[in-house]
């Protein structure tokens, strides 16, 4: 009996093996972002990889591409060298500010506030005469917790998007290890707040003895109590593929591709979706009368990419991934990055087309 058994279940394995197969032979990933615009309950769309990779026009692409099918986009900067302005010939401040030339599109730059001016605004009562008091008290308490400037930062974001009704936000992320730390901090504050809190009957009682002897007020530590919602949806949201994925760009060399690897395994750790890699600044050469490539060094840079990409179809086969090439000017002004973004929508056949083929037109 234990023969059949395992002759049953081996035959069942098989069946599942092959079921599995047949299925992804049936569905491809497409190599474009139509899967992102297709999305309509997207709500968190972050953009990241390597410095220099080319996240910036990808992110300011993106997001002139996904306010032709929303009626409010917000493409936030919060790499500390921001780059949108740059990008858009615009300049933007910590305000949403309307992007000249398309529609729905607002865009603004972040900087992580300190901890203490973000805590003084969370302790903050004008009505309370321990306000200085609390602040200082809270900012020996948890002005020093890791993240807890980038967090600040993160709520002041969500306070923004809900007021503005914003229906997506694009980031424009800083480099791997920023992002990352970013994207971990939800988690972390979710952890401590819920220890405070705990505490908070032992903690305030302590403080308020000490406020009374000093002649001052009772001290409020109910905005504790206050933030954890806000916290807990924010991690909420982030984990949740249909509200939230994560764009990673790259291009076809070993540091960049390395570090995109590792991007993805620390996102799948933080359970944040991403099913697109974008590979940027791909080197098509021009070729001659006769089909040789006109250009040496093109070639060698594209010989050298084709190990690189070869490895990208092997490790990300379950990816949407698109190969941009080089363009043969820069990416920015609103026309540019249009052009850019239908391209990230449905990128060119370089087999039939020159770089210079897919600018001619600007």
Known sequence: SKAVVSTQSTGIQTNLSYMDDKMNEEFEYEPNI?????????????????????????????????????????????????????????????????????????????????????????????????????????????????????????????????????????????PTGHTLRLLSIPGSIDKVLRQLIQMKSWVSGLMNTMSGSLGINHVNMDQLDELLPIVERLNQELKDPDMTTFVCVCIPEFLSLYETERLIQKLTALDIDTHNVVVNQVVYPDKDKEGCTACGLCGARARMQTKYLDQINDLYEDFHVVKMPQMPCEVKGVQMLRKFGGYLQSPPDMSKNSVHDLVKDL
């Open 34 to 174: 139509s899967n992102i615009l297709q999305q309509k309950e997207l709500k968190w769309i972050f953009v990241g990889g390597k410095g220099g990779v080319g996240k910036t026009s990808v992110s300011c692409s993106l997001a002139i591409q996904l306010a032709k099918i929303h009626r409010s986009v917000l493409l936030i900067s919060t790499d500390p060298a921001h780059n949108i302005a740059d990008s858009f010939e615009q300049q933007f401040t910590r305000v949403p500010t309307p992007v000249k030339g398309v529609s729905n599109l607002h865009a603004m730059e972040v900087d992580s506030s300190p901890p203490e001016e973000g805590l003084e605004e969370i302790f903050a009562d004008p009505s309370n005469e321990g306000q200085n008091f609390m602040k200082n008290i809270m900012k020996d308490v948890v002005g020093n917790l890791p993240g807890l400037d980038e967090f600040i930062a993160l709520t002041n974001i969500v306070k923004i998007v809900e007021s503005q009704k914003f229906e997506v936000v694009v980031f424009d992320t800083a």
